[in-house]
């Protein structure tokens, strides 16, 4: 069992940066893939980045490239999505998640997710 607690969130003007933390309870972090998704309102929850147990491999979709950074600390067992030069689009509510696999890692599949935390980004 794993306990994912996500912390970072806030309000930002377009253009800005934030770093979102999940700190996650258990001594199974490091085996665990874990993963960021996003949830604008109204809208249903979409994938945003996944890091490999190792952190070796990461992915993320298409609208976030070159602008997010996901990156883990085992020994803290905490993983982080920087995220910069934000757009008003990127206002979502943000969950953390564990699973199995980040190459696979989609809405359906993960064992454990955080509550969320906020993501206000003003034009």
């Known amino acids: 069992q794993a306990q994912l607690v996500e912390s970072g969130g806030g309000l930002v003007q377009a253009g800005g940066s934030l770093r979102l933390s999940c700190a996650a309870s258990?001594?199974?972090?490091?085996?665990?893939?874990m993963g960021w998704f996003r949830q604008a309102p109204g809208k249903g929850r979409e994938f945003v980045a996944a890091?490999?147990?190792?952190?070796?491999?990461?992915s993320y979709t298409d609208s976030v490239k070159g602008r997010f950074t996901i990156s883990r600390d085992n020994a803290k067992n905490t993983v982080y999505l920087q995220m910069n030069s934000l757009k008003p689009e990127d206002t979502a509510v943000y969950f953390c998640a564990a699973g199995t696999s980040a190459r696979r890692m989609n809405i359906t599949n993960p064992d454990f997710w955080g509550q969320g935390t906020q993501v206000t980004v003003s034009s």
């Open positions: 890091i490999s147990s190792s952190g070796i491999f990461t």
């Open positions: 258990g001594r199974t972090f490091s085996t665990y893939a």
